[in-house]
């Protein structure tokens, strides 16, 4: 195992070549190849996700109470050891395995510390980070790319680890865009380099990812389509831990629900949150992170 770089916070140490680490350490994470069949011995089930287009995701997760089994369709089978700091994956997986070990693995690693998993992409501005949160089809990966190409450092463009001990902060995850091909098609990236295409997306490591030292969370921006000129509205905190717990992941035990309810309240009340109305337009992209960049 040698020491090839950072990602939530984590120091990763692993044989296999990574793409998508940051600069830096943090606490150990030993990320190995291997070769699993299935649960390990003494495993339940706890979650399962079958794909549908909003979320086409199709996985299994298992527990003995300490460490995970995860299975994804299109990887294979996952070992996660959050209090040993280890995560086993398949052996041949290539990109994917990678930009699967960054979604769920991960986040079960960082939950386990006791920061707070949500489903959002999150980036840097001059005045701090800004959690960009929407169901999967709302176009955040697509926005998080406009405002790369304005200056901002994407810190997480699909899974973001927020940390509420004390000031509200985000911990940058993995340095990657995964962009639709229509809108790789019409976006210049600079600063990105094009890993690779299937079928959907187009595959960027960014380049100058700085390290994994938490950022100070500004604001939480929503957003939604409409068919008027875009908008900054801002949210009720009544209205804002619905839609956050909508965007949460937890366990499905009385213990993890019931933190994670308390992390998004406790988020929607450390900062202010907005919806971000506007026009599903490429064209008017660079105008709709200007708005953000100037009112949040």
Same mark, same amino acid.
């Given at each position: 195992? /040698? ?11 692993? $044989?296999?070549? +990574? ?28 979650? @399962? ?49 990678? @930009? ?14 006791g920061d707070l998993p949500l489903h959002a992409?999150?980036?840097?501005? $001059? ?14 990966? /697509? ?20 940390? +509420?001990?004390? %000031? ?12 639709? +091909?229509?809108? %790789? ?27 994994? @030292? ?12 409409? $068919? ?7 949210? $009720? ?60």
């Open positions: 195992m /040698t020491a090839q770089g950072a990602c939530y916070g984590f120091g990763v140490r692993s $044989e296999l070549q +990574l793409a998508y680490l940051r600069e830096g350490g943090g606490d150990p994470l030993e990320v190995a190849a291997a070769d699993l069949e299935g649960p390990a011995p003494g495993d339940r089930p706890l979650l @399962e996700w079958r794909a549908t287009p909003e979320l086409p995701l199709d996985a299994e997760l298992h527990s003995n109470g300490q460490g995970f089994r995860l299975r994804i369709a299109d990887a294979g089978w996952f070992s996660v050891e959050p209090a040993a700091g280890r995560v086993e994956v398949p052996a041949d997986g290539g990109l994917r395995t990678e @930009e699967r070990l960054w979604g769920i693995p991960a986040l079960l690693c960082f939950r386990a510390r992409a999150a980036v840097e501005t $001059e005045r701090g980070a800004v959690l960009v949160a929407a169901p999967r089809t709302y176009g955040k990966t /697509t926005m998080a790319a406009a405002f790369h190409r304005a200056g901002c450092r994407v810190l997480a463009e699909d899974t973001s680890c927020v940390r +509420l001990d004390g %000031a509200a902060a985000i911990v940058p995850g993995p340095a990657m865009l995964r962009v639709r +091909l229509d809108v %790789a098609e019409r976006l210049d990236l600079p600063r990105a380099r094009l890993l690779g295409e299937d079928a959907e997306r187009a595959h960027y490591a960014l380049d100058a990812p700085g390290d994994c @030292e938490p950022v100070p969370l500004r604001a939480v921006v929503f957003l939604d389509e409409s $068919e008027e000129a875009a908008a900054l509205e801002p949210v $009720e905190q009544p209205e804002a831990i619905r839609d956050l717990w909508a965007l949460s992941f937890r366990l499905p035990t009385e213990e993890d629900v019931g933190r994670s309810f308390a992390g998004v309240t406790d988020l929607a009340t450390a900062v202010p949150v907005f919806r971000l109305r506007r026009p599903l337009d490429l064209d008017r992209l660079d105008d709709h992170v200007s708005l953000v960049l100037t009112d949040v």
